[in-house]
């Protein structure tokens, strides 16, 4: 994956709190 991708999904993972923020931190990975 590449840096830029990680920087976002990490802001958007601090940004969004819950159910949300697991899903989306498990979609990238």
């Not at 920087?7 to 989306?24: A, D, M, R």
């Amino acid at each position: 994956m590449s840096v830029l991708v990680d920087k976002n999904t990490k802001l958007l993972v601090q940004g969004i709190t819950g159910k949300e923020g697991s899903f989306h931190a498990n979609g990238c990975k």
